[in-house]
C-alpha cells in the first residue's frame, strides 16, 4: 500500500489513523449508481472505505454523462450496466479496496442476499419506494443509512440512525413522485448533486469513524441556484406510534416489488420477474436476429429493437425496455420479445 494516499485525510484532526483504519475496515452499500451514487462512490473509494458494494439496475446513456462523474462516452455507446462502469472506473482510482457491482434491482431479496450486513448504506437512489425499503431494511438489521435526493437546483439529506427517527417516523406513507416532483420534470443540474453528496459522505465519514456526536442532526437541504442551505433540525426521536421503530412490522419488506416500474426521468420501463432466471442470451440472439434489428450481444446484456422499443435483457431475465413509457404496454412487448423465449 501506498502510505501516502490518505496522508491529507488522516492529517485532518476528525480522522486520524484511527479513523483511517475504521474506513478501511467499512463496508458501505451504495444503491443506485447514477447521479448521486457516481458522486458518493467516487469520494468513499478515494478516502479508502475498504469494501464497497455498487448496486445499480440501469445501464450508461448519453444524457447520464451531464453529471453522472464515473462514465465516459464508450459507456454510453455500449449501454454498459452502471454498476460494471463505476466499479471498471473506481479499481483504477483505488486498486487497495474491494469493489464490488451487483447489476440488479434493490429488493428485500437482493439485501437479504448480501454476503453479510454492509456497516452502511448511502442512498442514490431516485425513487420513493426504494428509500422506504432501504429505510425498513435498515432498521430491521440495525443498520444506520443516509438519505440523499436532488431535483432541479435542489437537494436534501438526512442521516437516520438506528436509535434515532426513521424515514417513517418523519413522512408515514411514502409522498408520491408527483408530489415531490422529479429530474424529469424539473431536470436537475450536476452542483446540485455534488453539493448534496458532499453533505451525505462527510457525514458517512463522521458514521465510519464512529464519531457519532459530530454527525448532523435533522435535514439538509441546499439550493445552489438561490445560493441557500439550512439545516431543519428534528423535534424529538422515534414516533411513538411508528410500527417500524417499534420492530412490529416492515412494510416494504412484506410486499414483493412490482413487475413493471417506470424509470426517473426516463421514456423507460424496467420488468422484472417474482423469481430468477437463467436466459441464454447467446441462443436468445440467435433466434432474434431474424425477426428483430439492431441485435447486440454485450458482455453483459443483449440489446435488440423491436416494435418501436429498444430492448436491454439481463440473462437474470429482467429487462430495460426504451421508447415506452406505459407499464402494461411495456410488460405485453417483454411477453412477446423475451418472455416467450
Ligand atoms: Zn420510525
Known amino acids: 500500500m501506498n502510505h501516502d494516499r490518505y496522508a491529507r485525510q488522516q492529517r485532518f484532526v476528525g480522522i486520524g489513523a484511527a479513523g ?8 458501505v452499500l451504495v444503491v443506485g449508481i447514477g447521479a448521486l451514487g457516481t458522486h458518493a462512490a467516487d469520494t468513499l ?36 450496466p452502471k ?11 483505488n486498486s487497495a479496496i474491494v469493489i464490488v457491482p451487483f447489476v440488479a434491482n434493490c429488493t428485500a431479496e437482493f439485501l437479504d442476499a448480501l454476503p453479510h450486513l454492509p456497516t452502511l448504506v448511502l442512498d442514490g437512489t431516485d425513487n420513493v419506494p426504494t428509500r422506504y425499503l432501504l429505510n425498513d431494511w435498515c432498521r430491521k438489521h440495525r443498520i444506520p443509512w443516509i438519505y ?50 458532499a453533505f451525505q459522505t462527510a457525514e458517512a465519514l463522521k458514521l465510519l469513524t464512529l464519531q457519532h456526536d ?7 437541504t441546499c439550493d445552489v ?29 412484506e410486499t414483493g416489488p412490482p413487475a413493471a416500474i417506470t424509470l426517473c426521468g426516463r421514456d423507460a420501463v424496467q420488468i422484472d420477474l417474482p423469481q430468477r432466471v437463467a436466459l441464454d442470451l447467446d441462443a436468445m440472439a440467435s433466434r432474434l436476429r431474424g425477426s428483430a434489428s439492431d441485435v447486440e450481444r454485450t458482455p453483459h446484456l443483449l440489446r435488440f429493437a423491436a416494435d418501436g422499443c429498444r430492448f436491454s435483457v439481463f440473462a437474470s431475465g429482467r429487462a430495460l425496455l426504451f421508447g415506452v413509457q406505459d407499464e ?14
Request: aromatic letters at 6%; a positive charge.
Open 83 to 93: 454498476a460494471i462502469a463505476a466499479t471498471a472506473h473506481l479499481a483504477a482510482v
Open 20 to 27: 483511517q483504519r475504521a474506513l478501511s475496515e467499512a463496508t
Open 148 to 197: 440523499a435526493g436532488a431535483v432541479g437546483s435542489e437537494g436534501a439529506s438526512m442521516v437516520l440512525r438506528p436509535d434515532g427517527h426513521c424515514l417513517r417516523c418523519i413522512w408515514p406513507l411514502p409522498p408520491a413522485t408527483s408530489e415531490l416532483g422529479s429530474c424529469e420534470t424539473k431536470g436537475v443540474l450536476a452542483p446540485a448533486i455534488a453539493a448534496i453528496t
Open 225 to 253: 441556484w438561490r445560493g441557500s442551505y439550512m439545516v431543519v433540525r428534528n423535534q424529538g426521536g422515534k414516533a411513538t406510534d411508528c410500527a417500524v421503530c417499534r420492530g412490529e412490522h416492515y412494510p416494504a419488506l
Open 45 to 80: 473509494a478515494r478516502a479508502g472505505v475498504g469494501k464497497l458494494w455498487l448496486c445499480d439496475r440501469d445501464i450508461v446513456e448519453w444524457s447520464n454523462l451531464q453529471r453522472q462523474v464515473l462514465f465516459d462516452e464508450q459507456d454510453a455507446q455500449r449501454g454498459t
Open 214 to 220: 459530530a454527525v448532523t442532526r435533522g435535514i439538509f
Open 328 to 341: 402494461n404496454r411495456a410488460q405485453a412487448l417483454y411477453d412477446r420479445w423475451v418472455g416467450a423465449h
